[in-house]
């Protein structure tokens, strides 16, 4: 491989012990995913008459496993994402997306599983966009990751829930007669009407 000998040389601190250097050539005894670059030799002859010649250097290296951003409930009619990152893989991997084991298509009107939803898929981000969420769009997700080489690499599973505005909205609900409510995950709250009975002491005022 030539090496890359122009007014600033390659250094050799980085390549210490695992690479040997000459003047016509450089030997990896092993590569590691930094090494991936350009590398340009340069010969000076008569005259100050350069000469260059490149080789562009990608060292492979197999995906890890992906991490999946999935979110665990979206609104119906609302903008959800789910976002696959992986970042050891070289070259950079693409991405792939499950919905309960079942692959998505590019195109989810090509897929009588998937013509309901309404989705874009980036596999190079290895985002997914559901815009608009569906109620069918509920189920268990997960990416996966593979630049051919080694094998694809798989993301845990995560649940997305599907839910309508009001399900996602706090309610309130009626307990009994005498007029106390029973908010969610609150304490019980006992409104006050005009003929609820004065304190002890207190005389009515009259109009």
């Known amino acids: 491989m030539s090496p890359h000998v122009p007014t600033?040389?390659?250094?050799?601190?980085p390549y210490r012990q695992r690479?040997?250097?000459s003047r016509t050539?450089?030997?990896?005894?092993?590569?590691?995913?930094e090494d991936s670059g350009r590398y340009i030799?340069?010969?000076?002859?008569?005259?100050?008459?350069i000469s260059k010649?490149?080789?562009?250097?990608?060292?492979?290296?197999?995906?890890?496993?992906?991490?999946?951003?999935?979110?665990s409930s979206a609104t119906v009619g609302a903008r959800a994402v789910l976002r696959c990152s992986e970042g050891q893989g070289s070259p950079p991997p693409t991405f792939r997306w499950y919905k309960d084991g079942t692959e998505?298509?590019?195109?989810?009107?090509?897929?009588p599983a998937f013509r309901n939803s309404s989705y874009s898929l980036d596999p190079r981000s290895g985002e997914l966009v559901f815009e608009p969420v569906g109620g069918w769009d509920t189920g268990d997700y997960h990416c996966e990751a593979s630049n051919n080489v080694g094998t694809p690499q798989k993301s845990d599973v995560f649940r997305m829930e599907a839910r309508s505005h009001r399900e996602q909205e706090p309610?309130?609900?009626?307990?009994?007669?005498n007029s106390r409510w029973d908010p969610p995950h609150s304490e019980l709250r006992t409104p006050k009407f005009p003929w609820d009975p004065l304190p002890a002491g207190i005389q009515p005022q009259s109009q």
């Open 8 to 13: 600033r040389p390659l250094s050799p601190e």
């Open 19 to 21: 690479v040997q250097f």
């Open 53 to 71: 010649s490149e080789v562009n250097l990608i060292v492979q290296v197999p995906p890890g496993k992906p991490l999946a951003h999935v979110p």
């Open 171 to 177: 309610g309130w609900r009626w307990e009994s007669w």
């Open 25 to 33: 050539s450089i030997r990896f005894q092993s590569v590691t995913r």
């Open 41 to 49: 030799c340069e010969v000076v002859g008569d005259g100050n008459h």
């Open 104 to 111: 998505l298509p590019q195109d989810p009107k090509s897929s």
